[in-house]
């Protein structure tokens, strides 16, 4: 055996652990039986564990006692919550709550093969919601800002200057300046917003309000809710054709497609969509004849807007998730919250490709020059690189809690 080596090792040791507890609150003891899975450090120890640490008191004490008193399942946190009381909460609280939730925390503690991001394969700038964190995070620069509880969807101004994020448990959308990330107003809007999308001359935002049946529509330069406009049941996200006189928006409430005529405000027709389960999201072909429509289980219906049949039913990843077709055209890209995969769609031959990208891949964009596919992974605080031109998987970056949506600057 040898002795200096072990020395050095000890010696070693104790100057990492008083560094550590320097710099760190210790775990208190209530919180021991909590970090076997959530980590000494508040950073889940795989992806099925949230992460807690930098999560606000209030939320994680409401979180606890809804566990507690039974009104949130899960069998192993009922059991957890079940032996606390309301002293062991608030120390649990206090101490996960003030750790640091930072980037490098995470990409420590679980993330392998964790990038920075680079202007490279961010040429424009992409905002991504954390539905859990309550903030944005801006690439290249992963700048985070401060948001709203349950940020969902996002959208960004043509002009860049500005960006929307629906908060559906608080019924509003937020407004932020990109160049500070200060908020310049909060907007109440319809029940439950969802998506929202900006007209493609930047003057008016749509907000789908799934539980209201109605598109609030907000003017960008008073930053005021100027009109509603009546859909069927469910409606959650939109698109707009290049021309902004026309939003489709997807019903998922229903069966079909609406079709709003913006300068009338009005929905004008509603086209089913046979063969799929809560149309969820859509986007539009480059000739912008075909939709091609994500439900709210396993499919992407393709949709001739014109004649209103469906080409095919294309089967991918369970769940729900985002569609994008890139603005070149080629393809269509899907995530599935529900499983580990994407699936890219030719969409002149309607054949499909999967991609393993890990769990939970919701959020699917493709930057403006169509090089790059960006894609949320909800379940393991990731944003995943894929180079579209090999279809392989260029970087993993760590992001905040449950990344849920991507706005690109220059593919809306
Ligand atoms: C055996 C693993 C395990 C242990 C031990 C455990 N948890 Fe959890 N915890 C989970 C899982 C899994 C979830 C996600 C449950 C769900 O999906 O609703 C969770 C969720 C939570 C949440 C909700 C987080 C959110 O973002 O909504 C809180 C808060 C929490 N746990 C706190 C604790 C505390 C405090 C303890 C210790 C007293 C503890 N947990 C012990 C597995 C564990």
């Given at each position: 055996?040898?002795?200096?080596?072990?020395?050095?090792?000890?010696?070693?040791?104790?100057?990492?652990?008083s560094?550590?507890?320097?710099?760190?609150?210790s775990?208190?003891?209530?919180?021991?039986?909590?970090?076997?899975?959530?980590?000494?450090?508040?950073?889940?120890?795989?992806?099925?564990?949230?992460?807690?640490?930098?999560?606000k008191?209030?939320?994680?004490?409401?979180?606890?006692?809804?566990?507690?008193?039974?009104?949130?399942?899960?069998?192993?946190m009922?059991?957890?919550?079940?032996?606390?009381?309301?002293?062991?909460?608030?120390?649990?609280?206090?101490?996960?709550?003030?750790?640091?939730?930072?980037q490098?925390?995470?990409?420590?503690?679980?993330?392998?093969?964790?990038?920075?991001?680079?202007?490279?394969e961010?040429p424009?700038?992409?905002?991504?919601?954390?539905?859990?964190?309550?903030?944005?995070?801006?690439?290249?620069?992963e700048?985070?800002?401060?948001?709203n509880?349950?940020m969902?969807?996002?959208?960004?101004?043509?002009?860049?200057?500005?960006?929307?994020?629906?908060?559906?448990?608080?019924?509003?959308?937020?407004v932020f300046?990109?160049?500070?990330?200060?908020?310049?107003?909060v907007?109440?809007?319809?029940?439950?917003?969802?998506?929202?999308?900006?007209t493609?001359?930047?003057?008016?935002?749509?907000?789908?309000?799934?539980?209201?049946?109605?598109?609030?529509?907000?003017?960008?330069?008073?930053?005021?809710?100027?009109?509603?406009?009546?859909?069927?049941?469910?409606p959650?996200?939109?698109?707009?054709?290049?021309?902004?006189?026309i939003?489709?928006?997807?019903?998922?409430?229903?069966s079909?497609?609406?079709?709003?005529?913006?300068?009338?405000?009005?929905?004008?027709?509603?086209?089913?969509?046979?063969?799929?389960t809560?149309?969820?999201?859509?986007?539009?072909?480059?000739?912008?004849?075909?939709?091609?429509?994500?439900?709210?289980?396993?499919?992407?219906?393709?949709?001739?807007?014109?004649?209103?049949?469906?080409?095919?039913?294309?089967?991918?990843?369970?769940?729900?998730g985002?569609?994008?077709?890139?603005?070149n055209g080629?393809?269509?890209?899907?995530?599935?919250i529900?499983?580990?995969?994407?699936?890219?769609?030719d969409?002149?031959?309607?054949?499909?490709?999967?991609?393993k990208?890990?769990?939970?891949?919701?959020?699917?964009?493709?930057?403006?020059d169509s090089?790059?596919?960006?894609?949320?992974?909800?379940?393991?605080?990731?944003?995943?690189?894929i180079?579209?031109?090999?279809?392989?998987?260029?970087?993993?970056?760590?992001?905040?809690?449950?990344?849920?949506?991507?706005?690109?600057?220059?593919?809306?």
């Amino acid at each position: 055996m040898n002795i200096k080596y072990n020395l050095t090792g000890l010696t070693l040791c104790i100057i990492t652990l008083s560094t550590f507890a320097q710099n760190t609150p210790s775990l208190p003891k209530e919180a021991t039986a909590c970090a076997g899975c959530h980590g000494n450090n508040g950073i889940g120890l795989s992806y099925e564990y949230p992460n807690l640490a930098g999560q606000k008191k209030k939320y994680l004490t409401k979180q606890l006692n809804a566990f507690k008193q039974g009104d949130r399942k899960d069998p192993t946190m009922n059991a957890m919550a079940a032996a606390l009381s309301d002293k062991d909460i608030d120390i649990i609280t206090n101490y996960f709550s003030k750790l640091p939730n930072t980037q490098k925390a995470q990409s420590k503690e679980v993330q392998k093969g964790v990038s920075k991001a680079s202007s490279a394969e961010f040429p424009n700038d992409v905002f991504v919601t954390m539905k859990k964190g309550a903030q944005v995070e801006v690439f290249p620069s992963e700048k985070s800002w401060e948001g709203n509880p349950n940020m969902l969807y996002n959208a960004v101004t043509p002009d860049g200057k500005m960006v929307l994020a629906t908060s559906p448990s608080d019924n509003t959308l937020t407004v932020f300046d990109s160049k500070t990330g200060k908020q310049l107003t909060v907007i109440p809007v319809g029940k439950a917003p969802k998506g929202v999308k900006i007209t493609p001359n930047g003057t008016q935002a749509y907000v789908s309000n799934q539980d209201s049946a109605e598109i609030s529509v907000i003017d960008l330069e008073s930053l005021k809710l100027i009109a509603s406009i009546r859909t069927e049941k469910g409606p959650h996200n939109a698109r707009f054709t290049r021309d902004g006189k026309i939003a489709y928006v997807t019903l998922q409430g229903g069966s079909g497609i609406g079709v709003i005529d913006t300068k009338s405000q009005k929905m004008i027709n509603v086209i089913p969509v046979a063969g799929i389960t809560g149309p969820h999201n859509l986007d539009l072909s480059k000739d912008e004849k075909t939709a091609f429509v994500r439900d709210f289980v396993h499919n992407v219906a393709v949709l001739d807007l014109n004649s209103g049949k469906v080409i095919k039913v294309i089967t991918v990843g369970n769940g729900h998730g985002g569609i994008d077709v890139a603005p070149n055209g080629k393809f269509a890209a899907t995530g599935a919250i529900g499983d580990d995969h994407i699936s890219i769609i030719d969409t002149k031959t309607l054949e499909q490709t999967d991609i393993k990208v890990g769990n939970g891949p919701h959020g699917i964009r493709a930057s403006k020059d169509s090089k790059w596919i960006y894609v949320t992974i909800t379940k393991e605080n990731l944003v995943v690189v894929i180079n579209a031109e090999t279809m392989k998987i260029e970087k993993k970056i760590a992001v905040g809690q449950f990344p849920f949506w991507i706005a690109v600057n220059g593919n809306p």
